[in-house]
Antibody, heavy 122, light 110 residues
Framework: QVQLVQSGAEVKEPGASVKLSCKASGYTFTGYYMHWVRQAPGQGLEWMGWINPNSGGTDCAQKFQGWVTMTRDTSITTVYMEVSRLQYDDTAVYYC???????????????WGQGTTVTVSS | QSALAQPASVSGSPGQSITISCTGTSSDVGGYNYVSWYQQHPGKAPKLMIYDVSNRPSGVSNRFSGSKSGNTASLTISGLQAEDEADYYCSSYTSTPSWVFGGGTKLTVL
């Protein structure tokens, strides 16, 4: 079945970087873009950006430009997101979510990972 | 990009219908038929319930329906059940281009 499995929880100090992973299975990895979405404790969802696993092309929300890097490794069907210069308000659950297919739900996020909790604490 | 506006909470009794609104601008909700709705139970990942304003993915109950008028989209849940109690988020594609979510609505089934 289609599945996204994310890496485990992380605790980082302010100013550090964190690299999160999201392993896809059950579908053609290069056929679907991948979004990243985060959710601060008790807060709503916030779209961060996407990566095209086929070309490696990326785009992200303006507020994350310059300190969020998205990459992929097609050999192991995994996408990554690195967040640098972590601040306390980056404490959140980070989700990867597959963009829908071009024939069906292209502007929706149809499959989600289980989330990775990142805690920024000194 | 400002978050889409949703009511913080709604409630209803089992069997009733409720509607959750999602208000944006002509640069997002009003400009595209690309509004999605997600259900999130506590401690769980969001689940896609509606895409492209009014389409249900396979496996989603037909008690869930979506619509849009101008800059406001709506999610209606009919025949409320206890399992529907969750947070609901709308999302829209935008002209930036980017995606934007609503602030979320907590649904309580009384």
């Amino acid at each position: 079945q289609v599945q996204l499995v994310q890496s485990g929880a992380e605790v980082k100090e302010p100013g550090a970087s964190v690299k999160l992973s999201c392993k896809a299975s059950g579908y053609t990895f290069t056929g679907y873009y991948m979004h990243w979405v985060r959710q601060a404790p008790g807060q709503g969802l916030e779209w961060m950006g996407w990566i095209n696993p086929n070309s490696g092309g990326t785009d992200c929300a303006q507020k994350f430009q310059g300190w969020v890097t998205m990459t992929r490794d097609t050999s192991i069907t995994t996408v990554y997101m690195e967040v640098s210069r972590l601040q306390y308000d980056d404490t959140a659950v980070y989700y990867c979510a597959r963009r829908g297919s071009s024939q069906l739900n292209y502007y929706a996020m149809d499959v989600w990972g289980q989330g990775t909790t990142v805690t920024v604490s000194s | 990009q400002s978050a889409l506006a949703q009511p913080a909470s709604v409630s209803g009794s089992p069997g009733q219908s409720i509607t959750i609104s999602c208000t944006g601008t002509s640069s997002d909700v009003g400009g595209y038929n690309y509004v999605s709705w997600y259900q999130q139970h506590p401690g769980k990942a969001p689940k896609l319930m509606i895409y492209d304003v009014s389409n249900r993915p396979s496996g989603v109950s037909n008690r869930f329906s979506g619509s849009k008028s101008g800059n406001t989209a709506s999610l209606t849940i009919s025949g409320l059940q206890a399992e529907d109690e969750a947070d609901y988020y709308c999302s829209s594609y935008t002209s930036t281009p980017s995606w934007v979510f609503g602030g979320g609505t907590k649904l309580t089934v009384l």
